[in-house]
């Protein structure tokens, strides 16, 4: 229950295009959901994030939909550009909990 | 970069010898993280701190211990190296337990 399933492990996306990052949880006491970006070498650092009283939450061209029936999430990338080739990471937590963190997403973006 | 530094940044060891990473911060974080990332596990908490001298255990703590005696310091010691402990470590620091993680540079660890 305290899983978070990511997918897909890795993602090619042209220049320009969408890119979608999928998340999955189980434990319906989570109520805070980040997503993290990881450049090679580098530390994650805090992409966007959602709590569940709301449906979408955008910033710029990232955008978190979340599904509290399906319980899953999702990172959209819009006009994905090659400088958004990055490992990427959802997570979710409950309330003074630790973050449970997903597997992480090897995102490429083709010129 | 939230005034976050992890030392060393590089370390090679040999199997069983004792080995421990120090993380410093500058911004009076209340909480302290130490994270091995590993290739298809993405991130496993080892340990974390939520003030001076109080910690706890997380996912993946066999093998390792933790000492926060100054705010500002979190030490993640590795009593005696194996070589499943080959990682990527990073330091993480936060003001509550569930807000912004703001993580260190990593150390990269091989044991020999």
Redesign the interface.
Known sequence: QQQVKQSPQSLIVQKGGISIINCAYENTAFDYFPWYQQFPGKGPALLIAIRPDVSEKKEGRFTISFNKSAKQFSLHIMDSQPGDSATYFCAASKRNYQLIWGAGTKLIIKP | DAGITQSPRHKVTETGTPVTLRCHQTENHRYM?WYRQDP??????IH?SYGVKDTDK?EVSDGYSVSRSKTEDFLLTLESATSSQTSVY?C?VGYS??D???????TRLTVL
């Open positions: 993280y298809g596990h993405g991130l496993r908490l974390y997380g990073f993480a337990g569930t912004t993680q703001y993580f260190g540079p990593g």
